[in-house]
């Protein structure tokens, strides 16, 4: 049981090209989450998914795209990566119930935009 | 006025001493209140969670939340170097997916 797993670890992409980051998680849990953590701007929400096909605008969408084509995976994608998109990049993962499931976080995957 | 305001510190203090660590909301609708752990080069972790006003306690751990002032609390007793980590508190409002975080503080404990 991996929990959530995020790949590539490292990143360092130039000026306007693309890349996509994937999050799996082996937990069946039905919600998914992108944040990014900057140095003194803590956690934002990106965009998140509450379920297989179905995906939701978060606090800071400009410039990502995600999508949720299975239930076990929730990719991010950068169309022309700007250095602005330096940062942190955390999936988290979360089932559905009456009360509060807490967040699983992968380990991060770290993006530099030169 | 972002939804959920946390000071980023650092905050020193010396071993054995008690922690506090505060985040303030400005949204009467936030129902669940969190408070999450993150180690360097980690993803954060869930240390606790509640929902009601009031205290809930875990081990050297105490979260407080006073519903009528918007203020959060986290208590940490006899604090121990391996609690030297960045704190962020986390907020969620009733039928609402999305789950808002604080900046975190970052915390050293001296030995």
């Known amino acids: 049981n991996a929990g959530v797993t995020q790949t590539p670890k490292f990143r360092v992409l130039k000026t306007g090209q693309s890349m996509t980051l994937l999050c799996a998680q082996d937990?069946?849990?039905?919600?998914m989450y992108w944040y990014r953590q900057d140095p003194g701007m803590g956690l934002r929400l990106i965009h998140y998914?509450?379920?297989?096909?179905?995906?939701a605008k978060g606090e800071v969408p400009d410039g990502y795209n995600v999508s949720r084509l299975k239930k076990q995976n929730f990719l991010l994608g950068l169309e022309s990566a700007a250095p602005s998109q330096t940062s942190v990049y955390f999936c988290a993962s979360r089932s559905i119930d009456r009360n509060n499931s807490p967040l699983h976080f992968g380990n991060g995957t770290r993006l530099t935009v030169t | 006025q972002k939804e959920v305001e946390q000071d980023p510190g650092p905050l020193s203090v010396p071993e054995g001493a008690i922690v506090s660590l505060n985040c303030t909301y400005s949204?009467?609708?936030?129902?669940?209140f969190m408070w999450y752990r993150q180690y360097s080069r980690k993803g954060p972790e869930l240390l606790m969670y509640t929902y009601s006003s009031g205290n809930k306690e875990d081990g050297r751990f105490t979260a407080q939340v006073d519903k009528s002032s918007k203020y959060i609390s986290l208590f940490i007793r006899d604090s121990q170097p391996s609690d030297s980590a960045t704190y962020l508190c986390?907020?969620?409002?009733?039928?609402?997916?999305?789950?808002?975080f604080g900046k975190g503080t970052r915390l050293h404990i001296l030995p």
């Open positions: 937990m069946n849990h039905e919600y």
């Open positions: 986390a907020i969620r409002s009733l039928g609402d997916d999305k789950i808002i």
């Open positions: 949204n009467s609708a936030f129902q669940y």
């Open positions: 998914s509450v379920g297989e096909g179905t995906t």
